[in-house]
């Protein structure tokens, strides 16, 4: 058992798996309604025993933890049984990020399982906003039902937002209330440039600052110390109730030097940023080699990475670009 580092002294700690490209919302900013997506053929998808020994070749590296994420990971029928795998191998900080659409009649299964943590995305309380978003005719209820019921079953929630100029920055001050209330942290998440579906602008983005000083007029905030080396958010307590709220700033403030996240697409292709242009084949290996093979194959690759694409970030180079459905947000 060793940590691998690249060469930027980054040690791999943090893997997401995009379990399937598909999903069951055309969120704006991700795979808009009126794009047209390629999806991978059903064939292709990652079986639950090749994600099983993926994991548990890089459990050598001392991963700390794997997100579980897409697409949208609930289409999987078999999401529970890759919680499971993944929990047995040994990993304890296992998550999954899911538009919540799908999420409630699952939650028991996936408790089960040996899930604990659950990121679940709304952009808007306001329904017609919601729905104008998620370019879908399907109310927001579904997903507040689902929060409510993975609370109930205790699950550790927290809610990610992207926040849109021109769309969605009237829904700052009702999210933080309604979700400061509840106790529930919420995530503003700053809208990037991943893929090339989304018709991303520098304008569109709405940062930290902007939506940190808004919310200080109206309450006051105070820095949390970090859990973790590499946590992307930036947390915040409410100093009135002890509720927390994050800021994912990838845009304006890039944390790239503390990047310990890896990622593994559903075909099998692995990633060392969310921004690479490519990526490791693995899928052969996973499918007919041995886990140290597996081993040997990622580990070359991550002690070459030097990626720090979000604090280079050039809008005027322009660059192949990977869907952030089908590499794993
Ligand atoms: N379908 C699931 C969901 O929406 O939660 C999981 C996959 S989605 C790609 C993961 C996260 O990425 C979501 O919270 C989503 O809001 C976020 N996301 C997608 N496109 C984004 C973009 N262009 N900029 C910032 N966040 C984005
Ligand atoms: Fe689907 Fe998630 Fe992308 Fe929305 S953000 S289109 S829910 S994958
Ligand atoms: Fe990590 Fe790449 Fe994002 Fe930088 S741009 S934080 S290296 S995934």
């Known amino acids: 058992m060793a940590k691998k580092y690249d060469r930027l002294n980054r040690p791999l700690t943090d893997l997401r798996i995009s379990v399937t490209d598909r999903c069951n919302l055309r969120c704006a900013y991700c795979m808009p309604a009126d794009s047209n997506p390629c999806f991978l053929s059903k064939e292709k998808l990652l079986s639950v025993r090749e994600i099983e020994r993926a994991v548990s070749a890089m459990y050598a590296f001392e991963i700390e933890k794997v997100r579980i994420t897409g697409g949208e990971p609930c289409l999987r029928t078999d999401l529970p049984d890759i919680i499971k795998v993944i929990r047995n191998i ?32 709304l952009d808007a309380l306001d329904d017609a906003l919601f729905q104008k978003i998620t370019g879908m005719n399907i109310s927001n209820q579904v997903v507040l039902s689902s929060i409510f019921a993975a609370e109930r079953l205790g699950f550790e929630v927290k809610i990610n937002m992207v ?133 040997d194959q990622i580990s070359a690759y991550w002690t070459q990475r030097a990626d720090r694409y979000s604090e280079e970030r050039n809008p005027l180079v322009s660059r192949k670009k990977i869907e952030m459905s089908y590499i794993g947000g």
Not at 96 to 120: Q, S, V
Not at 178 to 202: H, P, S, T, V
Not at 254 to 263: G, H, K, L
């Open 163 to 295: 926040v849109i100029r021109g769309q969605n920055e009237r829904e700052i001050l009702p999210m933080v209330e309604f979700f400061k209330e509840k106790g529930i942290q919420l995530r503003f998440i700053e809208y990037m440039d991943a893929g090339c579906m989304n018709d991303w602008k520098m304008e569109k983005v709405v940062s930290k600052k902007e939506i940190y000083d808004f919310i200080s007029r109206f309450y006051d905030l105070q820095p949390v110390t970090q859990k973790t080396y590499g946590e992307v958010a930036k947390r915040y307590m409410y100093t009135d109730n002890g509720s927390q709220v994050g800021f994912i700033s990838s845009v304006t403030e890039a944390f790239c030097s503390s990047c310990t996240r890896a990622r593994l697409s559903s075909n099998g292709i692995f990633y060392n940023c969310l921004f690479a242009e490519s990526g490791l084949d693995i899928s052969k290996v996973l499918k007919y080699g041995s886990i140290q093979e597996i081993r």
């Open 90 to 121: 040994g990993i304890q900080d296992i998550a999954l990020t899911t538009n919540g659409i799908l999420l409630e009649d699952k939650l028991p299964r996936l408790k089960a399982a040996g899930l604990r943590r659950l990121n679940i995305s």
